[in-house]
């Protein structure tokens, strides 16, 4: 600082400001729901980011998720949420939190995971549903296993848009598998799975 002629102080001020750091101070964590409680149920993904002023958006499984009367986006201060309404098995998948501050980006990614399954007794007949959403209009495929699945005198495939059910009439031992429903198109891919277990008949014999 110095004075000039005129008795006026004069002087230089500095000002450093310090950057702050982009970070999840909460990151996300799988979501499990349960065989019976999955399908219909609603899921809601919650993280918290700082500074609260960061800017952030959802992706499922690579694909940008658009805020709709299905996916939900919430932003509180340092908190954020996404709730998925009325769970399907295709919205199992890895979903992801993209945090942007400036030229700055974190993410953090965690998985919705539905436990479903089927058991019933040979000879029975069973539906595999699966609602398929998508623009463009996704294709869809079934694989039992490694296997795609193909209609035949026991199995049909019916698919209609957005929907898509596998019904197989006269169940066997042999029907016992991961079914697995893949739906992709130009945006992406989404499978959801479902386990089947066909309990056998019991065959007593007496002997005299």
């Avoid at 999955?38 to 992706?59: L, N, Q, R």
């Avoid at 509180?76 to 309404?85: E, F, Q, S, V």
């Avoid at 193909?150 to 598998?177: F, L, N, Q, Y």
């Avoid at 429903?181 to 007593?204: K, P, Q, Y």
Wanted: net charge positive; proline share 4%; hydrophobic share 35%.
């Amino acid at each position: 600082m110095r004075v000039n002629d005129n008795s006026i102080a004069t002087g230089q001020v500095q000002v450093r400001l310090k950057a702050v750091p982009l970070k999840f101070t909460k990151p996300l964590k799988d979501i499990v729901l349960q065989e019976g409680d999955a399908v219909g149920a609603s899921a809601t993904f919650e993280c918290e980011v700082s500074p609260s002023t960061a800017v952030t958006t959802w992706m499922k499984d690579g694909s940008n998720l658009r805020e709709s009367p299905k996916h939900k986006f919430t932003s509180d201060g340092k908190d954020r949420r996404l709730a998925i309404i009325d769970v399907q098995l295709v919205d199992t998948g890895e979903y992801t939190c993209v945090a942007k501050l400036g030229n700055k980006e974190k993410t953090t990614t965690a998985k919705l995971i539905c436990l479903a399954g089927l058991t019933v007794k040979a000879g029975a007949k069973i539906e595999l549903p699966a609602d398929v959403l998508g623009k463009p209009v996704p294709k869809v495929k079934w694989t039992k296993g490694d296997v795609v699945l193909k209609g035949d005198d026991r199995v049909s495939i019916d698919d209609k848009p957005g929907h898509s059910v596998v019904t197989i009439s006269k169940t066997t031992r042999e029907d016992t598998a991961t079914y697995i429903v893949e739906a992709h198109n130009s945006c992406g891919r989404a499978t959801a799975t479902i386990d089947v277990n066909i309990l056998g008949t019991l065959f007593c014999y007496f002997f005299l």
